[in-house]
């Protein structure tokens, strides 16, 4: 069993990377700086007096997050910086010159749940709140990724978040009504389709109803990453339950896109804490 856990579960870890000396915040910071030169020539960076931030194009960027993940990674700390630039870049930057219109936004328009604190440093739109420290953000979906409804957006549009969130769910309840659950184990199921949207397919009410009929109105389940949701009966042995809550918090704990340690409870009318 704990076996089954551990493959199925710890899917960011990099195994036989040898242990490295990591920076402080101001050479991190300097790190970064030279990285994003390297690697993204088209922008303007530099550093911010706050060692816990950057400019790009004179946009300041918070270095809170990236700083967290960059001490737990064993991964390469370049490819980590890049990936993580390249995305934010992409979602402010990489906009067209016009606006785009509510009228098309709201046909590629995704949910996607994350930190609140990650909203706040990157002005990402904050919708309904989720659990502890999380709220349902909203995303554009493009083919070579997403981006970030950032507050501007939604002004600009003018509209509720309710309407934004009825699209949301509309487009990605369209383009889930064949995933596939992963079964890691009786009482026990996943969903990784890896396509960005697995544990904010959480609020999917059809889905939902999909995952109660197998396990029981009133199950648990958890989001320790983007791409992975676990949902589990709450009749199994509490012993089996604590291991699994244990691995969901290592989980979370290691490498890129964390959302969540807590475990949750949901239902075919909604979700709550446990």
Same mark, same amino acid.
């Given at each position: 069993?704990?076996?089954i856990f551990v493959v199925l579960l710890t899917f960011c870890l990099?195994?036989?990377?040898?242990?490295k000396i990591k920076f402080d915040e101001k050479e991190f910071q300097n790190l970064v700086v030279t990285v994003l030169e390297k690697r993204i020539s088209d922008v303007n960076v530099r550093k911010a007096d706050d060692k816990r931030a950057v400019y790009i194009n004179e946009i300041e960027y918070s270095l809170s997050n990236l700083y967290r993940l960059y001490r737990t990674s064993t991964g390469n700390d370049?490819?980590?910086?890049?990936?993580?630039?390249?995305?934010?870049?992409?979602m402010t930057e990489n906009q067209p010159k016009s606006a785009l219109s509510w009228e098309k936004a709201k046909t590629i328009l995704m949910p996607q749940i994350i930190r609140q604190e990650?909203?706040?440093?990157?002005?990402?739109?904050?919708?309904?709140?989720?659990?502890n420290d999380l709220v349902v953000s909203f995303v554009l979906n493009y083919k070579d990724g997403y981006?970030?409804?950032l507050e501007e957006n939604?002004?600009?549009w003018n509209v509720s978040e309710e309407e934004l969130f009825r699209n949301a769910i509309d487009n990605?309840?369209? #383009? $889930?009504?064949? @995933?596939?659950?992963?079964?890691?184990?009786?009482?026990i199921l996943a969903i990784r389709m890896q396509d960005s949207y697995d544990a904010t397919r959480i609020l999917l009410p059809k889905l939902r109803e999909r995952i109660a009929k197998r396990l029981g109105n009133d199950f648990e389940f958890a989001l320790p990453k983007r791409d992975f949701l676990i949902c589990w009966s709450r009749s199994l042995p509490e012993d089996v339950k604590i291991r699994l809550a244990e691995q969901v918090d290592s989980d979370f704990q290691s490498?890129?896109?964390? #959302? $969540?340690?807590? @475990?949750?409870?949901?239902?075919?009318?909604?979700?709550?804490?446990?």
């Open positions: 069993m704990n076996r990099s195994l036989g990377a040898e242990s370049e490819e980590l910086i890049f990936d993580h630039f390249e995305k934010a870049i992409r990650y909203a706040k440093e990157n002005r990402i739109y904050q919708g309904r709140i989720f659990g981006r970030y409804v939604q002004t600009s990605l309840d369209r #383009i $889930s009504r064949n @995933v596939k659950f992963l079964k890691v184990n009786s009482g490498g890129a896109y964390s #959302i $969540s340690k807590e @475990v949750f409870v949901g239902s075919r009318e909604g979700i709550r804490g446990r």
